[in-house]
């Protein structure tokens, strides 16, 4: 059934969202662990559009995220990858994104915005706090070398009444940017992301390899 469909019952919509710069275990393991302890009924992956931070490094294009978090998410059923930002113009705000998704789901679908423990402590100083807190629960998950109780200080002294879960994750001390740096010095990314991921960073010689032999059919 489609999500909402059936009156009788509620959905529970988890959003996974990040740069996925490239997408790694870290999120995936995330997301499913999120998916188990709160009863999801899918998790939607969606690569941001131009993120309101980060605007400082030259990001992926959303093409590309979002191609890879299509191939990362691919074998799961409950997991799917969205354009839904990546398609929209200009720099794209997580309360906007939520905003736009409480329009088109019905009210028996509850977003659920998964985060990772640094976003979270990010996401109560935010200029949309606010908003945010009113659109959507939030879940909070543990990330090595970052401090979950420090984000639940903020949170609870924030002016804002956040519902939030928090959710222990199986620690994978791993990000973007190190999977980066990896790809750049010409080290492996084997038991850090889907094989499928690393196949399409090469393929597309993304961060900074430089090929030395490739047939261009466009
Ligand atoms: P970068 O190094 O480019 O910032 P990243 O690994 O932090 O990349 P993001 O796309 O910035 O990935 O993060 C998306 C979401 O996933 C955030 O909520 C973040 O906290 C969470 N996340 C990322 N890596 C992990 C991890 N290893 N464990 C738990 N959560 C994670
Ligand atoms: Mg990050």
Redesign the pocket.
Known sequence: PLLGQDVSRTYRLGI??????PI????L??AEQAFDDLDLDVVVFMP?GRPAF?QGRNVTSGEDRYAMTLLATSDNPHFVATRFEVDRAGVTYTADTLELLREIYPDNVELFF???????AEIVTWREAGRIARLAHLVG????G?DLDRADDLISGSPYDFDVTYLE?P????????L?ERVSGGQSLRYLTPDSVTGYIHKHHLYGVVPTRYVSVL
């Open positions: 996974m969202g990040g740069t996925f710069d790694h275990y870290g999120h393991v995330t941001a980060k998964i985060t990772g423990a640094d976003a979270i998950a543990t990330r090595p970052y994750v620690a994978l001390a791993i990000s973007s940017s190190y980066r």
